[in-house]
């Protein structure tokens, strides 16, 4: 397989309230929480109000804003492909979509063996502390 593979991507819906938050808060980025106060919701906070760790891994980027996750929880989810969405519903307590009355949803699908040959060959990011 010569193309690259994408770890996370987001549906139509997902990229235009990305576009919004973007226009509204500046630049912006996704965790994909583990667990806690939000389930594993996929959380989007100002750039300069999250600080990545170094045991947090870059999956990609969606609509233009890097997309990250523990790398424990990486473990667990290192053969989907993270679906992006937005559904009706209040997003998470912290997370910018949540005054707009529609949340951040993950959804996900495994991988054939041709993509997982070439993620294996293509290990993610880690990210800079």
């Not at 397989?1 to 990305?18: E, F, K, Q, S, Y």
């Amino acid at each position: 397989m010569a193309d690259a593979v994408a770890r996370v991507i987001a549906t139509p819906a997902a990229i235009d309230l990305i576009e919004k938050l973007v226009k509204e808060h500046g630049n912006v980025l996704f965790h994909q929480s583990g667990g806690c106060c939000d389930g594993s919701a996929p959380m989007c906070f100002p750039v300069s109000e999250f600080m990545v760790g170094g045991s947090d891994v870059k999956l990609g980027n969606i609509a233009g804003v890097p997309f990250y996750m523990s790398e424990s929880q990486f473990e667990y989810w290192q053969h989907t492909q993270l679906i992006i969405d937005c559904v009706p519903g209040n997003g998470g307590m912290f997370s910018l979509e949540r005054p707009t009355g529609l949340r951040f949803l993950t959804r996900s699908r495994l991988y054939d063996d041709d993509e997982n040959a070439w993620l294996d060959a293509h290990p993610v990011e880690r990210a800079e502390s």
